[in-house]
């Protein structure tokens, strides 16, 4: 028992679309159609820390012209259209979705890149103001 391995769901995913991936290839590569279902439910991951917030999708066979990513005060949207085709098929994947993301970011800094199917998306956290002591004065009456 104490050889026994726990799975993350993402590592699963991983696996599973790097299969996905590697047959859809030796499918088209002999001109048959794709064995995959298209893409309906990418695994996504939000986290954030003092600095930024961070969502990582897995997008099997993406490739950033597929990709559309905006955010707007505190929403992100994301949406993938992938087309591909072969001699016999034709087939189309999309995905689309938006986020609440848990504070509002600074969009013009928002930086998205695509590696190994994962896109990232980091977006710097707004600053906070300092909060500020207003002192209270005495109201002169006049003379």
Known sequence: MADLKIWKNEELQRIKSESDSMFDRLCSGLGLPSVCRPLLEPAVQMTENSEEVLVEAHLPGMKPEDIEISVTG?????????????????????????????????TDEVEAELDNDVVRIRMPKCRRPEPRRIPVKIKKTGA
């Open 74 to 106: 505190d929403m992100l949207s994301m949406r993938c259209d992938q087309r591909s085709s072969c001699a016999c098929t034709s087939q189309r994947s999309v995905y689309e979705t938006r986020f609440r993301l848990p504070c509002k970011v600074r």
